[in-house]
């Protein structure tokens, strides 16, 4: 997508509170970004930062950036090792602390991100969308959001997008702002950080289609 200060289609509001706040906690972020890095570094070896394409608004593509938490680690077949076995014990403190999560602030700079949307999840998911779940991108992608807030990784793929699509119905700055101090809140006591059962959350392979209520038909 390329830098953009106020993307076309973006409520002016809104990006000029995620240019203040960002820019102001860039203050304490980058040195903690610098500690981060090195610790990975020390611990884990390059690359520090892990980049991955993801769709933006409008579907649009653009690369996000995060703290890598995983190893590359495949089994003797050449298959990639499951989430659980890869995720490292410095990756596993990063994610339960969203510490991981801070380089997205230059997504934010760039006009790719804001600090409260719907999260930017894998291209390969564009296409299993229904119709009202695509809708989650007619707003910018966020560091945390409405389904983030309440249930985060805990919920099921169609309660996050029913929670992303009503973000995107309600919008508005002080929505933003109870979002951010109710992420902090979460963030603190560690809530739904993964899926039951799961190192991370499961594939999202799409959703199943409604049942007659009438019932089966032969």
Known sequence: MGWQWF????????????????????ILALPLMGIIALAILVFEGPPVIFRQPRPGYK???????????MREAYDAQGNLLPDAQRLTPLGRFLRATSLDELPELFNVLRGEMSLVGPRPLLVAYLERYTPEQMRRHDVLPGITGWAQVNGRNALSW????????????????WLDIKILALTIWKVLRREGINQPGQATMEEFIGSTPPTDQGGVKG
């Open 7 to 26: 993307p076309e289609g973006i409520p002016w509001s809104k990006r000029l509170f995620d240019l203040i706040l960002v820019l102001l906690g860039m």
């Open 59 to 69: 579907g649009r593509i653009f690369k996000l950036y995060k703290f890598r938490t």
């Open 158 to 173: 169609e309660d996050k997008f029913r929670l992303d699509v009503w973000y995107v119905d309600h919008w508005s700055l």
